[in-house]
């Protein structure tokens, strides 16, 4: 007699002729190549939803997500101006050129 029972690998294999497994397969192989380029780590969740239709038959749909790492863009090191602006020079303190020219301007 056939056994027509699915183990869970089973199940993942045939579902839709593999697409499932496809599936995960790809959304495997786009993560590790996140984690490799970005060096952080992520996830790869598999959900499967089960319910009851009026049949009395079981409707599965799996849903397979990954969570991809993001690399960090770094810190930059700015500074606020009166209007509220960005700016990469202090505004408070005196550049040195200026202050060449003060010195010079004192000289003459």
């Known amino acids: 007699m056939a056994r027509n029972e699915l183990n869970f690998l089973e199940f993942i294999q045939s579902f839709r002729r593999g697409e499932l497994l496809e599936t995960g397969d790809h959304k495997l192989s786009e993560l590790i190549e996140a984690i490799r380029e970005t060096g952080n780590g992520g996830s790869l969740t598999?959900?499967?939803g089960i319910k009851v239709n009026k049949a009395g038959q079981l409707e599965v749909?799996?849903?397979i997500s990954i969570k991809k790492p993001t690399r960090s863009m770094g810190t930059g090191i700015y500074f606020?101006?009166?209007d509220g602006r960005?700016?990469?020079r202090d505004p408070?303190?005196?550049?040195f050129e200026d202050e060449l020219e003060r010195r010079r301007a004192i000289d003459a």
């Open 46 to 48: 598999m959900k499967v």
């Open 61 to 63: 749909v799996p849903d």
């Open 80 to 82: 606020a101006t009166d």
């Open 86 to 88: 960005l700016t990469r």
């Open 92 to 95: 408070n303190q005196m550049d």
